[in-house]
C-alpha cells in the first residue's frame, strides 16, 4: 500500500466513471450516503487541499443532500476501485449551492455526462441534469487520504 501523489489523486478521480460515495450531514446527525457523478473544476486554485481543483456535482435542489449540504455544509467524498490492486480516494471538505444560470448549469450537466453517458448522450443527460430546479455543487477540499495498491505485493 502506497500514499498517492497529488498529480494521482487528480488522475484517479477523473478516471473512468468511477461514481463518489457523497456523504452528508442529517438533521439528526447521522450520515446520509449517495452515489454522485462529478467531475473536478477545469479552474485551478491554489493551495492546499492536496488536487488543487473543486469537485463538481449537480442535484435538485430539494434532494435530500442539497437540504443537508444547506444546512451543514460538511461532506465526505469516497471514490474507489474494486479491482486488484484496489485504491481509493477520500475526500473531506465543503460544499456550497449555486443557484446559477441555465447555461452555466447546462455547462457542468453536460460536461459530467460525457463522462458517464458518452459523448454521444452528453448534451441529452446535460439537458436532462439542468433543468429548473437544478443547482449546481461544488466541494472544496480540506484533506485528502489516498491510498493505491492496497493489495501489492512489496
Known amino acids: 500500500m502506497a500514499e ?4 494521482e489523486i487528480r488522475k484517479f478521480l ?3 466513471t468511477f461514481t463518489g460515495k457523497l456523504t452528508t450531514v442529517k438533521k439528526d446527525g447521522s450520515c446520509h450516503i449517495v452515489p454522485i457523478w462529478f467531475v473536478l473544476d477545469d479552474g485551478i486554485r491554489r ?11 449537480t442535484t ?5 443532500k442539497a437540504k443537508n449540504i444547506q444546512r451543514d455544509n460538511r461532506v ?5 476501485d474494486q479491482t486488484p490492486p484496489f485504491s481509493f480516494v477520500i ?3 465543503t460544499a456550497r449551492i449555486h443557484h446559477c444560470t441555465q447555461n452555466e ?3 457542468f450537466a453536460t460536461k459530467i455526462a460525457q463522462r458517464y453517458m458518452g459523448k454521444d448522450n452528453a448534451e441529452r443527460y446535460g439537458r436532462r441534469n439542468s433543468n429548473e430546479g437544478e ?3 461544488r466541494i472544496k477540499p480540506t484533506r485528502i487520504l489516498a491510498e493505491k495498491d492496497i493489495a501489492g505485493w512489496d
Not at 4 to 7: D, G, L, P, T, V
Not at 47 to 57: L, W
Not at 76 to 80: A, L, R
Open 105 to 107: 448549469l447546462f455547462k
Open 47 to 57: 493551495g492546499g487541499s492536496g488536487i488543487g481543483q473543486d469537485i463538481i456535482f
Open 4 to 7: 498517492m501523489s497529488k498529480k
Open 14 to 16: 477523473m478516471q473512468g
Open 91 to 93: 475526500v473531506y471538505g
Open 60 to 64: 435538485d435542489g430539494t434532494s435530500v
Open 76 to 80: 465526505s467524498i469516497c471514490v474507489d
Open 135 to 137: 443547482v449546481l455543487v
